[in-house]
């Protein structure tokens, strides 16, 4: 894989990654961009972004993040959904419906794609597009 830094286009981070991966972060990448089309995708971090919100925390601290993303780890690969509502995170009230996962607040991990249930991973990420056009900016 290139190094991180060099990477400038959602194509080719996926290009980068050994095939397992690619495949498998391709055909995710594939899912978000039918299910979610207006969440462009971008490079941020190192990591495949698509969508994007303003926050700014009580303490006055701001800026900008994904509301979903994907990314290929050393031991596992990441899709994050970073949206929240009055229940709590996305992600993390629905990890016993996504599969053999490790789930966060907002970061799903899995070894291989068929661990993921890709189904209502893509269901988390229409819900959190919803919550994002519900609200330009979001302060947390």
């Excluded at 919100?53 to 994907?70: C, I, P, T």
Aim: hydrophobic share 40%.
């Amino acid at each position: 894989m290139q190094a991180r830094n060099a990477i400038k286009s959602p194509r080719a981070y996926l290009a980068s990654l050994p095939t397992p991966r690619r495949h498998a972060l391709s055909a995710i990448d594939k899912a978000i961009r039918t299910a979610a089309p207006d969440l462009k995708p971008h490079i941020m971090h190192g990591m495949l972004g698509y969508g994007m919100y303003h926050y700014k925390y009580a303490s006055g601290r701001e800026g900008d993040w994904f509301v979903v993303g994907l990314a290929s780890q050393k031991h596992y690969m990441s899709l994050y959904i970073c949206a929240c509502d009055e229940k709590g995170y996305l992600a993390e009230r629905n990890r016993h419906r996504l599969g053999k996962v490790s789930v966060g607040r907002s970061c799903i991990r899995f070894k291989k794609l068929e661990d993921l249930e890709l189904k209502v991973a893509i269901e988390l990420v229409q819900q959190a597009r919803a919550l994002l056009k519900k609200s330009a900016s979001l302060t947390v």
